[in-house]
């Protein structure tokens, strides 16, 4: 029923839960934990980065991805998918929520893309990073 649509995601968490801890006895929690990630940051002016576009646009053009007045987590969004292979995860830390147009590379390593960042006033820094992470347990 659509009044139980926000409670979807507890309930299937609930039933799972029930139906490997019978069989397997094992629960899964979600925990913060402190792990090694790349964090997106501001490092600098992002004027560059700030759409003054009047029309919305994404398209490609050599090897490049061109985003014009797109929402900052569109970006943010694309980046995860293109680095997915990646050992660490990416966490956005850079508190962004306005409308954003970059132009960035969709197939070079990590250092030659953050050097493309870095025209924009941002960069991808390694540190530790509070994420929320799955954590299996064995029950009794």
């Not at 899964?28 to 402190?34: L, M, P, Q, R, T």
């Not at 053009?61 to 997915?84: C, E, G, T, W």
């Not at 969709?106 to 820094?125: A, T």
Request: with cysteine.
């Amino acid at each position: 029923p659509y009044l139980m649509k926000k409670r979807a995601p507890d309930i299937m968490w609930e039933d799972l839960n029930r139906f490997f801890g019978g069989i397997y006895k094992i629960k899964g929690v979600i925990e913060k934990k402190d792990i090694q990630c790349l964090a997106l940051k501001k490092i600098g002016k992002i004027d560059n980065l700030l759409s003054t576009s009047s029309t919305s646009e994404i398209s490609s053009k050599d090897s490049m991805l061109i985003y014009k007045k797109q929402p900052f987590s569109h970006f943010y969004n694309a980046v995860i998918s293109i680095y997915r292979n990646e050992n660490l995860p990416i966490v956005d830390k850079t508190g962004i929520t306005s409308d954003i147009s970059i132009t960035f590379p969709s197939n070079v390593d990590i250092s030659k893309f953050n050097e493309c960042l870095r025209k924009y006033g941002l960069g991808l820094i390694k540190e530790t990073c509070k994420v929320n992470m799955l954590v299996i347990e064995q029950t009794k």
